[in-house]
């Protein structure tokens, strides 16, 4: 042990009190960083789940993210054209060379894609009529980019690929119409067609709406509905990485041609809102570990006072400023390390009691647990940052105890 930790660690056990409120503030600060963050992060992660993992981590539409240039601006890129009373041809909606597109996208590394047909018919059911979504799907291949098959509460992906006839219906949809398993119900393109499907599967995702306008049937019983034969409007992507959705996006794009969205794109705004909650909350929460690092500034402060006779008469017997400045240093230093160990104690603890809190939300019939984040790096960042206010709160009074003159000090003792 040198010389300068065995009068730092004297000169704390000489002050119990002080030494004692300033290890509790540090201590507090540190549970408390831990507490406030594990819940906003936590919640953080919570909300981007359920944001990705019920809705597609890329959706490549059939739609294109700038306008087609026209046909007469190609061949006279200069001249005034102007074209009026033209009708469009009609034609069958959809990704053109869809196969192609798929076969293309299944090649890049980390991710699973299905091809879905989205359209709109209309539900009949004992003199009802309702106005839903219908996707047609692949269910081996839906399996793998979405949660529906979680979130069945009665039926599954396996019964709708063995029925033809099948549709999965929302629980909320079902409790609307009365309907159950086995149920059947009419359903109504918008170009006149009409057939009977069987309900064979009920989901609840927790989304009202979704769960009372989403339907799901076979890709080529929709397909027929439709009138749109080996046709498909949408691929719908899962990645191994939801955070490279944005760049994998940007290639799927520039080689299909068709407009890809990725999740992030779709909810910038409420990504913008989680940055600027963060930045807000680490600011509370590091003001938390500041003010306790000034109960180390004053504990120093009053050692330094009280012990300048003998910062005197160390540098009158060879101790140099810097070695001064070192035991006060170390002062804050084991301040800080002590105090964020016992604040890592009480912050797990605060972190476990939170995790068993329970939550109704109003109008749910579920009971939610409150979401805490347990990730290694908020530990570090805690501990970091409480030594750092500990360094920082020690070297004031570190400097002045380094600048004592002892001939002026021992000439006033005299």
């Known amino acids: 042990m040198s010389i300068q930790f065995a009068i730092a660690i004297t000169h704390l056990v000489s002050r119990k009190r002080p030494t004692l409120v300033s290890l509790t503030g540090i201590a507090l600060g540190v549970a408390f960083f831990l507490a406030v963050s594990s819940l906003m992060r936590g919640s953080e992660r919570d909300f981007i789940k359920r944001l990705v993992d019920n809705s597609p981590h890329i959706t490549v539409s059939d739609e294109y993210r700038n306008p ?6 190609e061949f006279w890129p200069d001249g005034a054209v102007e074209l009026r009373r033209v009708k469009p041809l009609p034609e069958v ?19 699973r894609v299905a091809p879905v047909l989205v359209g709109s018919v209309v539900l009949t059911f004992a003199g009802r009529s309702e106005g839903v979504t219908l996707s047609g799907i692949i269910p081996a291949k839906m399996k793998g980019v979405s949660t529906i098959e979680e979130k069945m509460t009665q039926g599954s992906l396996d019964a709708l690929a063995v029925n033809p006839n099948g549709i999965l219906i929302g629980d909320g949809l079902a409790k609307k119409f009365g309907l159950s398993m086995g149920s059947v119900v009419n359903a109504a393109s918008p170009g006149g067609e009409v057939r009977t499907l069987k309900v064979v ?6 989304n009202v709406s979704y769960d009372e306008t989403q339907t799901f049937a076979l890709l080529k019983r929709v397909q027929g509905m439709l009138d749109r034969p080996n046709r498909v409007n949408r691929f719908i992507l899962q990645l191994d990485d939801p955070y490279a959705a944005r760049e994998v996006a940007s290639v799927i794009e520039q080689r299909v041609g068709y407009k890809a969205v990725s999740w992030l794109e779709a909810s910038q705004d409420l ?13 509370v929460v590091a003001a938390i570990l500041v003010v306790a690092a000034f109960g180390i500034y004053n504990t120093i402060s009053t050692i330094v006072m009280e012990k300048i006779h003998d910062i005197a008469i160390l540098k009158s017997m060879g101790f140099h400023a810097r070695d001064i400045r070192r035991i006060f240093l170390i002062e804050g230093i084991l301040l800080g390390l002590m105090g964020s160990l ?9 972190m476990a009691l939170l995790g068993q809190v329970e939550i109704k939300p109003p109008g749910a019939t579920d009971i939610v647990f409150l979401p805490i984040y347990w990730g290694y790096d908020q530990y570090l960042i805690a501990l970091g940052f409480a030594l750092l206010s500990a360094i920082g709160a020690a070297y004031l009074p570190a400097r002045k105890a380094g600048r004592v003159h002892p001939v002026a000090i021992l000439r006033g003792m005299g």
């Open 201 to 206: 599967g009920i989901f609840r995702t927790g």
């Open 68 to 73: 087609q240039p026209q046909p007469a601006r």
């Open 93 to 111: 909606r959809g990704l053109r060379g869809h196969a192609q597109k798929l076969a293309f996208i299944e090649t890049l590394p980390g991710l």
């Open 342 to 350: 016992l604040g890592l104690i009480l912050g797990l603890g605060l």
């Open 271 to 283: 990504i913008s809102v989680l940055l600027v909650r963060n930045l807000i909350m680490y600011s």
